[in-house]
């Protein structure tokens, strides 16, 4: 399986996503703050993804000489969890994996700082294996909304590279491949970043899933001819009535998936809920410096100084989603009610954001 971080205890390896496909190549971070550059400029993303690598930072920040020498651990700790907190907004799973790090921190600060090292690296391990265990699920309970022979639509990227296990949409995608349903796979290149393109892509041919890449703005004339079966794409944070923050044309393809009547589907991890949003307008959404959308590659293809408005993201209102997958099952409208259900069952509400 394809791997986007690994931990040591000399440093975590980041699989520098800005270089693929052209090249394999890894970044090795020996400090928090290096972990929190490779969050901030993309080398890791995808929303579980980023909590892994937020977890596994500050479990290396404690290992810092300045951990030892610092006057206070827990001021220490707080400015390097501050310092992570502010790479990405809108996911969710940071702050929610950054939150079971500062309680596994309080925990053992009493013991000492050999006793917090240990505690934080195995928080950090236990949150990726709890990834790897939740993409497995999740692809299980998706695989069976596939039809067989479908094709199948998605967007950005959600597989291993934005995960420690086989992804969230992608897993339901590679499970329901498995199990002979899954006929061809649309990609939607997903401008301006060109996740699907560049990731996506890359990790269905590694897998021989069959594929076909296309412009986002070609997708609502697939569903017009028929030829778009299921639509299953990922999300960076879940408001409590539903509403879903996701990669920028989520909401344009939720939109035409709703007006051809294809069943439109999220597969998402309970820990990407945030049952202090009541709704999608409370999210925040990032936006990206201008070049990502005036360069291509360092080319640029658009005049120089022109005005340039780059959100990551976009806020699909749960109206327009069939269903939500998660690691305990479909969630199905209404989702106020079936939410805070699954958070129930899930048996762990204490790590959730309250950003």
Known sequence: MIEAIRWSREAVLVLDQLQLPRKV??????????????????????APAIGVAAAMGLALGAREPAAREAVSLADFFAVISARMAATRPTAVNLTWAIGRMQQAFAAALPRGLEAVRAALEEEALEIARQDRETCAAMGRHGA???????????????????????GTALAVIREAHARGRVKLVYVD?????????????????????????????????????????????????IAANGDVANKIGTYGLSVQARHHGVPFYVAAPLSTVDVRKATGAGIPIEERPARELTEL???????????????????????????????????????????????????ETSGFSTA
């Not at 190549?25 to 901030?40: F, G, K, L, P």
């Not at 069976?144 to 296990?165: K, Q």
């Not at 569903?223 to 079966?229: H, I, P």
């Open 297 to 347: 590659a360092g080319i640029a293809i658009a005049p120089e100084g022109v005005g340039v408005w780059n959100p990551s993201f976009d806020v699909t209102p749960h109206q327009h989603i069939t269903g939500i997958i998660t690691e305990v099952g479909v969630l199905r409208p209404p989702y106020w009610q079936s939410i805070p259900e699954a958070v129930l069952k899930s048996g």
């Open 25 to 46: 190549e890894w970044v090795r971070c020996v400090r928090s703050d290096e972990v929190a550059d490779c969050i901030a400029a993309m080398k890791i993303r995808g």
């Open 144 to 166: 069976t909304l596939i039809p067989r022979d479908a094709r199948v639509l998605t967007h950005c990227n959600t597989g291993s590279l934005a995960t420690a296990g086989s």
């Open 189 to 237: 290149e997903t401008r301006p970043y060109l996740q699907g393109a560049r990731l996506t892509a890359w990790e269905l041919a590694q897998d021989g899933i069959p594929q076909r890449l296309i412009a986002d703005s070609m997708a609502a004339f697939l569903m017009a001819r028929g030829e778009v079966d299921f639509v299953v794409l990922g999300a960076d944070r």
